[in-house]
């Protein structure tokens, strides 16, 4: 039976856990510490419970790992890899932005596309909705799917993978940016300036999508300015809880990502780089 191990017990990683587990699948939850970690659910009474084994201590080798710390922990898990995986470990590495995969010297390493919505809060996970990991299509890939085929973890298979990336860099592009800058949740998008300042950062994200050859149909990004719309006011963002958290956000993979690219092509992106440079400054400390 295959072994499965899921890097980061935190809103992503424990549902990811969560899945395999209740339909029968060999998964350790590895966290920095041994602990438990709950899931909790709106629609549920009960609370589940996991158990969680130290990363230092862990001694099993696994077929599938699941890497599920934020981009700005990476480092922190990587000196781990080797004893964890074996030369046909396949990691599949569950992460907002792009780029993270550079830092890996694992084969069969793939980033997904994450829907999976929730949030982490001591030992407590709150899970809000979805179970999906969008994956490029390929045999180990596939393999993957139809080994975990009686799990409710819906992966889907992409034959155009790299328009679901950019899809969700978009998404993530405005909303993260004026909500983590603001220090403020949705409500902000009442604002008709932000929603101009929203629908200009997509058209520049879109900008540089096309100058990578990843073309999206017209009316983009009216459709991304409806799903904005669609969040409760009080909602926030990862890269909003984060700056609120005082925590390091994700800004390397997302505004970072795509500046860089930006800077490659010589693009114009004038929105995109005042809120990099400014997700940037309200980092620094003296
Ligand atoms: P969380 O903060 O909830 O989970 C990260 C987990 O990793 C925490 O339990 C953290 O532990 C643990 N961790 C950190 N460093 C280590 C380490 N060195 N060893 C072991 N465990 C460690 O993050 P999310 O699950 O929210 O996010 C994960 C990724 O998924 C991010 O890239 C995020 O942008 C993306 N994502 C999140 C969504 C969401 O709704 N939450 C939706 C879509 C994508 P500790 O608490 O001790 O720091």
Redesign the pocket.
């Known amino acids: 039976m295959d072994t499965f191990g899921v890097?980061?017990?935190?809103?992503?990683?424990s549902v990811i856990g969560e899945s395999l587990h209740t339909s029968g699948y060999q998964v350790t939850f590895?966290?920095?510490k041994a602990g438990e970690v709950y899931i909790e659910r709106a629609s549920a009474s009960e609370t589940a419970a996991f158990p969680v084994e130290a990363?230092s201590e862990a001694e099993t080798v696994f077929d599938y790992l699941f890497i599920?710390?934020?981009?700005t922990?990476l480092e922190?898990?990587i000196p781990y890899l080797d004893k964890l995986t074996h030369e046909n470990t396949v990691c599949i590495l569950?992460?907002?932005?792009y780029g993270q995969l550079d830092k890996f010297h694992i084969p069969n390493a793939y980033q997904a596309v994450?829907?999976?919505?929730?949030?982490?809060k001591e030992k407590v996970v709150t899970h809000f909705r979805d179970r999906i990991l969008i994956l490029p299509e390929n045999p180990v890939t596939k393999k993957l799917k139809e080994g975990i085929a009686a799990s409710n973890l819906d992966i889907r298979l992409s034959p155009d993978y790299r328009y679901e990336v950019w899809y969700k860099l978009l998404v993530n592009l405005a909303i993260n940016s004026v909500t983590a800058l603001s220090r403020n949740t949705a409500l902000i998008l009442e604002e008709e300036k932000i929603q101009h300042l929203c629908k200009r950062l997509i058209q520049e994200g879109i900008a540089i999508a096309a100058a990578e050859e990843i073309h999206f149909q017209e009316g983009i990004t009216e459709e991304i300015m409806r799903i904005y719309a669609g969040y409760p006011p009080y909602m926030g963002t990862?890269m909003y809880y984060d700056i609120i958290a005082g925590k390091t956000m994700?800004t390397a993979y997302i505004q970072g990502y795509l500046y860089e690219k930006s800077q490659t092509y010589g693009l114009d992106t004038p929105c995109l780089d005042a809120v990099y440079s400014l997700l940037l400054a309200s980092e620094m400390r003296g």
Request: hydrophobic content about 30%; charged content about 15%.
């Open positions: 890097i980061g017990p935190g809103a992503v990683g590895l966290g920095r990363i599920t710390v934020k981009g922990q922190g898990i569950c992460q907002n932005g994450v829907y999976i919505s929730g949030q982490k990862s994700e």
